[in-house]
């Protein structure tokens, strides 16, 4: 029984006031408008909800479109908008879109738990494992009794060193190759130069050998 609209009174009777900071320098008229805008927004969300609960995820999405698109800019009450839309877009198997709208929410509110933890599923959707363990980290540093994220950390912890030894890998490779053909033009190559560590530093430094990969 998930829906879109659990916690989104979360900003609802706080939000009022956190317009960005701006609101010193608004004219009345202006801080008015603003308030008009929210709770156009506002009613928009409560919309899309009913949609929601009634499995209409497209069109409960596009009410979510319209509240985003009504919400004062950089007002953190947007992030409930973008994260119920994130939750249609879950619910549609849409992941790149979920991604999207879950970090534009966090942007707004970067302790969102809800959103942290619905941008780490599709992450782990997508095959992402090393982003969507940072994810459920962040969950679990900001709720240690979360128990979806604690298990989520343990099951992925293996699975994400792997997945970043092998993207250092692959960046390794690549940069060997951008080095060699830039180093061609001068009748050099990588194998030309080695790493040094320093035994009492433990940091690296590059020796350069004419001779190329010899010991």
Same mark, same amino acid.
């Given at each position: ?11 609802? %009777? ?21 308030? !008009? ?12 909800? @009913? ?14 479109? !319209? ?10 009450? %947007? ?20 991604? @999207? ?65 092998? @993207?250092?890998?692959?960046?390794? %490779? ?42």
């Amino acid at each position: 029984g998930e829906r879109a609209g659990d916690g989104d009174g979360r900003k609802d %009777g706080d939000g009022d006031g956190e317009a960005g900071g701006g609101e010193e320098s608004l004219t009345e008229a202006e801080i008015l408008e603003r308030e !008009e805008r929210l709770e156009r927004a506002r009613g928009l969300k409560l919309a899309g909800n @009913q949609l929601f609960a009634a499995h209409n995820y497209a069109g409960a999405a596009a009410r979510y479109t !319209e509240a985003i698109e009504e919400c004062p800019e950089g007002h953190r009450e %947007g992030a409930v908008f973008y994260n119920n839309r994130a939750t249609c877009f879950f619910k549609m198997g849409d992941h790149d879109r979920v991604v @999207q709208d879950c970090s534009a929410a966090l942007r707004l509110d970067p302790d969102y738990t809800k959103c942290l933890l619905r941008r780490a599923q599709a992450y782990e959707m997508q095959k992402k494992l090393a982003d969507a363990y940072d994810d459920f980290q962040k969950v679990v540093k900001l709720d240690g009794s979360n128990s979806i994220a604690l298990a989520a950390s343990r099951r992925l912890e293996g699975p994400a060193k792997e997945e970043r030894e092998k @993207q250092k890998e692959e960046m390794m %490779g690549k940069l060997k190759d951008l080095g060699n053909s830039v180093l061609g033009r001068f009748g050099m190559s990588l194998d030309n130069f080695k790493t040094v560590q320093d035994p009492n530093t433990g940091s690296y430094s590059i020796s350069y050998n004419p001779g190329g990969g010899g010991e």
